[in-house]
Every structure is written in structure tokens, then in C-alpha cells.
């Protein structure tokens, strides 16, 4: 792997910082320019992420190093296959839903919008930040920053509840950060580097106890924001934010964040070969599979439909994580595929449930009968999403449940397999009941959709989910990338 | 030009021109805080220029006071470890004289601003001279002019703030008169008052129970003029009463040389191995400053005033410091020399901070700060800097001198320490943003209305420059701090760290 140097993953990821400070600047007297101003710098961040995307397939690393924090360590972005689904997922859904939320935005007539569009930039600073860094140092500086500029944003409503929601997901992830920190520096200790390596970076290194203890802090830190159970408490509350927050934020790009961070610190600071004994493994596997089990058990008992999304998002998250620590090959590419997949899938789903609510300002799902003749679009484009998550082809969740599935029988996991089998089943018993009810349910009203700002995202979604099914290369590459993230993770090269 | 005099010069100068301050306070008093930033902006380009000589020379540099050779004459020893404090109090001190101009103007009445701007530069003074010194009884001459100068000046603030500067005196006179027999004892044994000297003349006495007595006087007068837990009783008070200027000033800077003449008695007068094998005063140290950040952190969370508040967390910083050094190793020590220069600039940004909210608002309720950010928002994002580098988030500099704090606590392998610093930094994440939810959030009710605010927001604070400026510059400051620690690390701090510490 040659190191190429480039400017482009600095730029990525001030493109939204400088959009953030733009936005500030302009405030709520010029409405129009501060959106614009943030659709630019979405624009902006995908066009660089998108730059890289020749470079890296070509089994290179594009590096840019800003400044030295430590001897042997310093602020460096090192950009390669697996931070670019990361972020290419990131920036490209932050172009859509600028556009929803400026229709979501004023047609609630929100307050605070300023600070809504600021905060966003800034966690996709975060988020492209995190997709992007060199080293674990690097990551954690973009972890936290993702971490606080949400805050704001959960609690937007200023509601006490909304206040409370805020509290609790502060409580949980800077909880979760300090243990991170501390692994970090256990780690830092025992290797004297914090680089990511393909190999494992603790390979060989402390003796097994202690890879162990830190492997723990590791998954408790990060798997807060990943919401593994039982630390997932934060999401479901967290749901009191706008929609385009959960959307984009809760579904997309806080979430997947942790995920990353898990699967960073799984294969490449860990590696399949830092334990003797796959047991380790084996209990982490066992940890997700009851999250991916009781959240989805958890979300067919809901009724608010943002909170039913976000329980079926903690499932897929868990997936995802549990697919990277099986790690054979097949699964390490489900896992990477289901990576950006659901998030486009999900994302249609959470637009979804904005476009009803700002339309009827119905939450709850037992209202929502009928709703599919009044939004016929909206709700085409959920049906989509859902059938998406539940595995049905020619649907691009499909492909990565396929090569889950598959990952976990060539593993010799076959309770995992019954586990992702188990997984969609449920997933169809939450969704499909919206679904007939939406359309055979209620009386006919006469159709009565969205703003174009927020319907044309979310058909813009769905299409993408139906043409990464059939075309899982398409554009973005994700296919040739987990590949080459496969290759590179197991193929000892 | 000609450095050489710079030593003297950057106590010698404030000192004079403390009294001129007074004398023209007299006649114009418009003109006391011109000369007083003048003569500071003079401190800094001293400051500066000590620094670089001490770089290009990488070693000490010794300035001899009306040439007496020591012992015999008052030797002035700038050092990486001083040169770097020296700089980091004329840029403080320089900023909040900056900033205290309209903040001072509101808080004391206009005929007392002669003697208040002349105890300010010999604060300043003391604080200079303390750092630079190199004469155990001169520090002491130069620690009570601080500390005297402190005592007037924070009997100037609020309501009962002559009572607070009275039991500070108390305080600090015991503290004064703890380390002066101190050095008593030092001298009964070796005849000398120069720091140099003393540690060649100590070498063999260290066995002595004369030595040991002296140097525990020292610890604990130390310990009280820095605020150490449990001998912190009398820094919420005054801080808190003091004056705004004042406590911005006081604040991050007096508490902080406390630590570096801690440090200067650690590991210079005294041989490192003294303290950390012969007898157990690390330890006894860091076991008081654990109990210390956890106790400060508590006691912040129960306040509600916001400068008393910050006051507690001034408490546990120090905690944090000391802990550092009481890990007794490289990183560790790294990690307190370099929070120590990190803790003044966030202690100063803070306090700027809540000076300007106090002298806006009239009141420092924590409660009653709900709506600030419409009126202050500037301010708040600098206080947002702040809170953030406190809590040790990256890239503002607060993180990157706890991460040295952590690494080396696992180093020296205090796991209790380890766990106290991660529970400390929770523990101010909660402090800060409870304040921040307070002042960024507006009360809502379900239906998404707030309570009514007249007034449109302003793009930037309707405070006057002069306060906002200092404020935006001590903010920047604390992320380039950040982003260079690793300079100021490798070309400052590791020159710092006793020869003994550094192979690791």
C-alpha cells in the first residue's frame, strides 16, 4: 500500500466546518444563503470524499498529516477502503437531507434554525472526521466532536422531555468516551502507536488478560454510541430530535459512527489474530445477537413509528458489528455492505416519518391507517425501505443479508445464521402491518403529499436503495471497496 | 537586542511603574490602565525574549542582581521550566488588564482606580519575581508582595469581600510564615539561600531530621498559597468576591506559580530522588490531591454561582497537576508542566468570561442565565471554549495535558489515580453543561412556544471590545495550545524534566 499525499481528506472534512461557520455568520435574517451555504458545503465534502475514491480502489492510502501531537503520533487523516464507505455514506445522504430539511424545517416553522443548520455541519465535520482519520487519536478528537455537537440538536425541542433526552445521551456517550480514552491510553502503552493496522496493531502485544480488559472498554465505549443493550437507552429517547436529525444523525452518521469506531478497533487495532482462542469473539458475537434478537422484539411493541425506526435501527447496527466479528470474509463483506445499505435504507424510512408528521403531525403508528392513499409517494418509498431492511430482493438489503448469512455458515456459526434468519423475519412483522394498514386501512382521502423538498429526497432514496440492488457497484463502489477491505483484513497480504 | 538585562528588567520595570501608576492616579486616572497594559505589553516583550535566549542557549540562564556573585547576591535563574510560566503570565496578565478596563470601570468606584491598578501591576510583580527567582528568601520577599497586593485588592470587590481577603490573609500569612521557617531550617543547615547552591550543600544532609522538618514547613506553606486540598478553604471566598478583574487575574496565575514553585522545590532545590524514593511525600501528595479533585468537582457541582463554581474547579485542577507529578515519572511530569500552562489559559478565558456576564448581567446566577445566548453569544461560544478544554475535549488543549495525566498514571501504574482523573473529567463534563443547558436552552412548553423575548438577536455582544477581544484571543488560544502542545512539548517541557526522569 502506497501512502498517496493529498490535500483532498483535510478538505473533506473543513468543507463542513467552514460551511458551519458561514451558516453563523449569515444567521436567521438570510434564510435562503444559510441553507444554500449548507447544502454547498455537503456538496463541497462529497465532491472531495468522492475525489479519493479512484486512488484508494487502486489499493492505496491517501494520507495528509496536519500536525505532530506526540512523537509517532499526530493529526493524520489516512483515508482507506473501509474509512471511504464511511464516508462516502456520510457526505453523499448530508446533500439529501439538506434539501429535507429545509423543507422540514419551515414547514414546522421551527425555532432556532440557525443553530439546527450549525450543529449539523459540525457533526458532519464529526462524522467524515471520524471516516477518515489515520490513527485512533485522530478518531477520538472527531468522536467528540460528533458526540457534542449533537447535544444541541437532541435537545432541540427545549421541551423539559427534549432536555431530558439530551442529559441521558450526554450521560451515555461522554460516559462511553472515557473509556474509550482510557483504552486508548492502555493501548498507546502497551504498543506505542495508536496507527490502525490491517493486521491488528495489539497483536502480540500485553498478554491476553489485558487485551481483553481493553478490547471491553473498547466495545462499552464505542458500542454506546453503536447502541449495543444494554446501552442503548440513549436512541429511542433521542427520537425527540427534528426528523432530519434522526434521520441523518441517528440513523446515518452518530450511529454508524460507533459502528465504525467498533469494527476499527475489531480488525484493525485487535485483528482476527490478537486472541489464542476465539472465544472472544465468540462472546462479543453472542453480546450482539441478543441486541439484534431483543430489539426487535422491543420494536414490534411500539407504537410511536420514530421509536419503532430506531429500534429497528439498534438491531441493524448490531448486525453489522456482529457480521465484522465473525470475521470470515463473507461476513466481513455483509458487514461492510450492510454498513451503507441500511443507512440508505433507513434514512428513506426516518424521511418518511417526517413527511407524514409534518403533513398530519401524526407520530403514532395506529393513526397512520390509510395515510398510504393520502401520501402515495411517501409511502411507496417506505414500503421500499422496509422491504429493504427485511431481506427482499431486488432491494440492496438484500445483498448484504445475503452475504451475512452466508458469512455465518461459512464461520460454522449456524446459530448466528438462525440469529440474521430471525432478525429479518421479525423485521417483516414490524414493517409490513404500517404497511397494509397505510394502504387497505382508514377511509380514502384525497392525496395530499409533502413539500417537493422533502418528497423528492425521499423518492431520491428509495430509487438509490432499488439501483444499489441491482447494481450494488454502482457510483459509489461499495462492492469493490468491501472487497478490497476484506483482502486486505484477511487476506495477510 | 541586548537580552542580557531582561531578567531584572521584567520585575524591576512593573515594580517601578506600579508607583508611577499610583502617583499619576493622583493627578489623571484615565491614564492609570494605559500605563498599566504598557508596561505589561513591555513584561510580555521580556518575556519573550527570555524564552528565546533560554531556547538558543538551551540551558540556564543566570542573572546576577547588581552583580554580587551568589550565594552572596540574589541570583536570577530562568530556566526552560520558568521561561515558559514567564510567558504564560505576562500573556494572561496582559489580556485581563485588557479586558478589566470596562468590567473595572463598573465594578469600583473611579477614585479608588489609582490604588487598585497599582495593586494590580504589583501583583503582577510578585508574580514575575516568584517565578523567576532563584533565591529561596527572595521568593518568599516576593511571594508576600502578591499576596499582600492580593489582600488589598480582593478586599476592594463586593459585599462581603473584606471579610473573605481578611480570612485569606490568615490563611495565607500561616502559609507564608510556614515556608519563611522553612527556609529557616534550610539555612540553619547549609548557611545559603541560593537554590543552586542549596542543592549541592543538601546531597549529604538528606538523612537529617532537621532537613526533613524544614522541608515539610515548605510543603505545606507551599500547599496553602496553592490551593491544595484540604488547605484550599480560603480561595472559594475571595476568588469568588473578588473583584472580576481581579479573580481573572488572580485566578488562573497565583495558584498556578504555587505549582511551579512546587515543582522548583521538587526537583531542584531538593534532588527528584528525595522526594519521590527517600520519603514518601509523592505519595502523601497525590493521595491528598485524589481526594481533592473528587471533593473540588463535588462542591462545583453544588454551586450555583457561576465564579464560585469555577473557583471549586481551580480546586481540582490543582488536583489534576499534582497528581501528575506525583506519578514521578516522565510523562507524567510532562503532563503537569504542560496542564499547568493549559489550566491558565482556560482559568483565564473563564474568568474573563464570567467577569463579562457579571458586569452584563449584574448577577452570576447559574439559574437565572437562561436566554444568555441571545444576548451574549459570543461570550458563551468563548465560554463553550473553555468548558470544552476543561472537560478534555480535543482538539482544545485541556485534553491533550490529561492525556499525558493518563498515560502517565499508567506508567507509574496508579490505577487509583487513573480512575480519579477519568471520574474527575465526568464530573466537570456534567458541571459545564448543565451551566451551558441553562444559558443555550429556552424553557418550552410541549406546543413549542418559549417565553416571550422582546429583543432581536445581536450578531455579536453588545459588550465593549476591549472586554470581547481578550476573551476571543484567550479562546483561540486555548485550541492552538492544542494543536502544538507537541512543540511546546519537545522544545520546551522535555528540557524541563530533571535528567533523572528523563530516560524512560
Known amino acids: 500500500m502506497e501512502p498517496v499525499h493529498s490535500f483532498a481528506p483535510f478538505a473533506a472534512v473543513l468543507a463542513p466546518l467552514i460551511g458551519a461557520c458561514l451558516i453563523l455568520l449569515t444567521g436567521r435574517r438570510r434564510p435562503n444563503l444559510r441553507e444554500s451555504w449548507s447544502i454547498l458545503a455537503a456538496v463541497a465534502q462529497f465532491g472531495f470524499v468522492y475525489s479519493m475514491v479512484a486512488p484508494v480502489l487502486k489499493g492505496n492510502v491517501v494520507e495528509y498529516t496536519v500536525t505532530e501531537i506526540y512523537r509517532g503520533m499526530a493529526l493524520q487523516f489516512r483515508v482507506d477502503a473501509f474509512g471511504m464507505i464511511f464516508a462516502l455514506l456520510a457526505s453523499s445522504l448530508w446533500i439529501v437531507v439538506s434539501v429535507y430539511s429545509i423543507g422540514y424545517m419551515r414547514s414546522l416553522k421551527e425555532h432556532a434554525q440557525t443553530r439546527f443548520y450549525f450543529c449539523f455541519a459540525l457533526a458532519l465535520f464529526g462524522a467524515v472526521g471520524v471516516a477518515l482519520s489515520g490513527n485512533l487519536i485522530t478518531l477520538y478528537m472527531f468522536y467528540e466532536i460528533l458526540t457534542i455537537s449533537t447535544f444541541p440538536l437532541v435537545a432541540h425541542k427545549e421541551t423539559p422531555e427534549a432536555i431530558r433526552a439530551g442529559r441521558k445521551y450526554l450521560v451515555y456517550l461522554l460516559g462511553g468516551a472515557v473509556l474509550v480514552l482510557l483504552a486508548m491510553a492502555l493501548s498507546f502503552n502497551l504498543a506505542g502507536t495508536l496507527d490502525f493496522s490491517p493486521h491488528g496493531t495489539l497483536v502480540g502485544k500485553g498478554s491476553q488478560g489485558e487485551l481483553q480488559f481493553i478490547l471491553a472498554l473498547f466495545m462499552i465505549g464505542f458500542g454506546a454510541k453503536a447502541a449495543i443493550m444494554p446501552l442503548h437507552e440513549w436512541l429511542p429517547s433521542a427520537m425527540i430530535a427534528p426528523t432530519p436529525v434522526s434521520a441523518l444523525l441517528h440513523a446515518v452518521a452518530v450511529v454508524k459512527a460507533g459502528v465504525f469506531c467498533c469494527i476499527r478497533v475489531i480488525l484493525y487495532i485487535f485483528g482476527p489474530n490478537a486472541f489464542s482462542s476465539p472465544d472472544v469473539w465468540f462472546i462479543l458475537a453472542c453480546i450482539l445477537a441478543v441486541t439484534v434478537i431483543l430489539a426487535n422484539l422491543i420494536a414490534i411493541t411500539q407504537d410511536n413509528l420514530k421509536r419503532r425506526l430506531a429500534f429497528s435501527t439498534i438491531n441493524n447496527l448490531s448486525v453489522i458489528i456482529l457480521g465484522a466479528a465473525l470475521l470470515s470474509p463473507p461476513a466481513l463483506k455483509g458487514a461492510f455492505l450492510h454498513l451503507p445499505f441500511h443507512g440508505f435504507l433507513k434514512i428513506t424510512l426516518f424521511m418518511c416519518a417526517g413527511a407524514i408528521y409534518v403533513k398530519t403531525r401524526k407520530e403514532l403508528i395506529s393513526e397512520m391507517s390509510g395515510i398510504g392513499r393520502q401520501m402515495p409517494f411517501t409511502m411507496a418509498a417506505f414500503t421500499i425501505g422496509a422491504s429493504g431492511l427485511v431481506g427482499i430482493p431486488p432491494i440492496s438489503g438484500f445483498i448484504s443479508k445475503w452475504y451475512l448469512c452466508g458469512g455465518a455458515f461459512k464461520a460454522g456459526e449456524l446459530i448466528f445464521l438462525f440469529v440474521f434468519l430471525a432478525s429479518a423475519f421479525l423485521d417483516a412483522v414490524y414493517f409490513f402491518p404500517i404497511v397494509y394498514a397505510a394502504y387497505f386501512g382508514g377511509k380514502t382521502i384525497r392525496i395530499d403529499e409533502a413539500p417537493l423538498s422533502m418528497t423528492l429526497p425521499v423518492i431520491a432514496c428509495a430509487a438509490a436503495s432499488i439501483l444499489l440492488g441491482i447494481f450494488p457497484d454502482l457510483i459509489f463502489r461499495f462492492v469493490s471497496l468491501a472487497n478490497l477491505i476484506v483482502q486486505t483484513v484477511s487476506g495477510g497480504s | 537586542m541586548n537580552t542580557e538585562h531582561f531578567p531584572a528588567l521584567i520585575v524591576v520595570v512593573p515594580l517601578l511603574l506600579s508607583f508611577v501608576v499610583f502617583a499619576v492616579g493622583l493627578v489623571r486616572r484615565s491614564l492609570c490602565l494605559p500605563i498599566v497594559i504598557l508596561t505589561l505589553l513591555a513584561c510580555l516583550g521580556f518575556a519573550i525574549g527570555i524564552l528565546q535566549s533560554v531556547l538558543t542557549k538551551g540551558g540556564t540562564v543566570r542573572y546576577y542582581l547588581g552583580a554580587w556573585d551568589p550565594p552572596w547576591g540574589i541570583e536570577y535563574a ?201 520519603f514518601p511525600v509523592l505519595k502523601v501528595l497525590g493521595g491528598v490531591a485524589t481526594i481533592g479533585i473528587i471533593f473540588a468537582s463535588i462542591m462545583a457541582l453544588a454551586q450555583t454561582d457561576l465564579k464560585r463554581m469555577l473557583c471549586y474547579l481551580i480546586v481540582a485542577e490543582i488536583g489534576y497537576i499534582v497528581v501528575g507529578v506525583a506519578c514521578a515519572n516522565r510523562v507524567g511530569l510532562i503532563g503537569a508542566i504542560l496542564h499547568t500552562v493549559n489550566d491558565i489559559f482556560m482559568m483565564a478565558c473563564l474568568f474573563t468570561v464570567a467577569g463579562s456576564i457579571t458586569a452584563y448581567r449584574g448577577s452570576r446566577n447559574i439559574e437565572l442565565f437562561r436566554g444568555l445566548h441571545r444576548t451574549m453569544p459570543v461570550t458563551l461560544a468563548v465560554f463553550v471554549a473553555g468548558a470544552l478544554s476543561v472537560v478534555g475535549v480535543p482538539p482544545f488543549c485541556g485534553f491533550f495535558s490529561k492525556w499525558y495525566l493518563v498515560l502517565g498514571t499508567i506508567h507509574a501504574g496508579q490505577w487509583v489515580y487513573l480512575g480519579v482523573l477519568l471520574a474527575g473529567s465526568l464530573l466537570n463534563a456534567v458541571l459545564f453543561f448543565r451551566v451551558l443547558e441553562k444559558a443555550y436552552f429556552e424553557l418550552r412548553d410541549e406546543s413549542g412556544h418559549a417565553e416571550p423575548h422582546g429583543r432581536k438577536r445581536p450578531l455579536i455582544d453588545r459588550i465593549p471590545l476591549t472586554e470581547l477581544g481578550p476573551m476571543v484571543v484567550l479562546a483561540l488560544l486555548l485550541i492552538f495550545l492544542g494543536l502544538f502542545s507537541n512543540n511546546i512539548i519537545g522544545d520546551v517541557i522535555e528540557h524541563a524534566i530533571p535528567q533523572t526522569m528523563r530516560i524512560h
Open chain 2, 78 to 278: 530562568v530556566d526552560h521550566l520558568n521561561a515558559l510560566v514567564l510567558l504564560s503570565i505576562a500573556v494572561v496578565s496582559l489580556l485581563v488588564a485588557i479586558h478589566s478596563r470596562s468590567v473595572t470601570a463598573k465594578e469600583i468606584p473611579a477614585s479608588k482606580h489609582g490604588p487598585f491598578y497599582t495593586l494590580l501591576l504589583l501583583q503582577v510583580t510578585g508574580l514575575f519575581g516568584m517565578t523567576i527567582t532563584g533565591d529561596v528568601f527572595n521568593l518568599y520577599v516576593l511571594l508576600e508582595i502578591a499576596s499582600f497586593s492580593a489582600y488589598a485588592i480582593i478586599g476592594m470587590g463586593e459585599g462581603g469581600a473584606p471579610f473573605a481577603a481578611f480570612r485569606y490573609m490568615i490563611f495565607g500569612t500561616i502559609g507564608a510564615c510556614a515556608y519563611l521557617l522553612g527556609i529557616g531550617y534550610l539555612y540553619i543547615l547549609t548557611g545559603s539561600l541560593n537554590m543552586a547552591d542549596l542543592r549541592q550543600l543538601l546531597v549529604p544532609l538528606y538523612e537529617s531530621r532537621v532537613l526533613l522538618v524544614g522541608f515539610a514547613f515548605i510543603m505545606v506553606g507551599i500547599a496553602i498559597k496553592m490551593a491544595l486540598f484540604p488547605v484550599h478553604t480560603w480561595l472559594p471566598d475571595s476568588y469568588t468576591l473578588a473583584p472580576s478583574a481581579v479573580s481573572a487575574l488572580l485566578a488562573p496565575l497565583f495558584t498556578k506559580v504555587g505549582v511551579y514553585v512546587l515543582l522548583r522545590f521538587l526537583f531542584t532545590v531538593f534532588d527528584p530522588s528525595f522526594s519521590s524514593q527517600m
